[in-house]
């Protein structure tokens, strides 16, 4: 094989790899939504059996004027946890730091709701179905506590 073949080969290969990778990233992305509800953040999000049989998380960094630091931890599948601070190592859901009990919603049926009030915020979730057999969708708000809900 030619040095011009095996060129082409590889970038065949590298931009095969490149599309599997966004596939995958978009299985755990979340969807903004903005209906001026003052929500600091909302929209869809999706946690999805990985190819291990373990669902996807997603943990977002707070850094929102005149609200401390904070960790939102969406997933895996129906669990959630907000931590006050912002670190690189993963945190236990179980822990006594996680600020959001019971950190698990209870399904009941196909149905899934929470509401929490911790560390002046309000987080909202409800699951909203799923594209997949193997997603839960979930619709996700975070407002500060001092607005209207």
């Known amino acids: 094989m030619g040095w011009s ?3 082409w080969c590889r970038i065949a290969v590298l931009t095969i790899a490149v599309c599997f990778g966004a596939v995958t990233l978009a299985w755990t992305q979340f969807t903004p939504f903005n209906d001026r509800s003052r929500a600091m953040l909302e929209g869809n999000w999706q946690s999805c059996r990985e190819v291990d049989g ?3 998380e997603r943990v977002y960094d707070g850094r929102w004027a005149g609200v401390p630091l ?3 931890h969406l997933g895996p599948y129906h669990d959630f946890a907000l931590f006050l601070g912002i670190q690189d190592e993963h945190r236990d859901h179980n822990s006594a730091e996680n600020l959001l009990k019971p950190h698990i919603v209870e399904l009941r049926g196909n149905r899934g709701t929470y509401a929490w009030d911790a ?3 309000h ?3 409800a699951l909203a179905g799923g594209s997949r057999e193997d997603c839960e969708s979930w619709y996700v708000r975070l407002r500060p506590l001092t607005s209207s809900h």
């Open 5 to 7: 073949a095996r060129r």
């Open 54 to 56: 373990q669902y996807t």
């Open 70 to 72: 904070f960790e939102l």
């Open 119 to 121: 560390a002046g915020l």
């Open 123 to 125: 987080l909202d979730v």
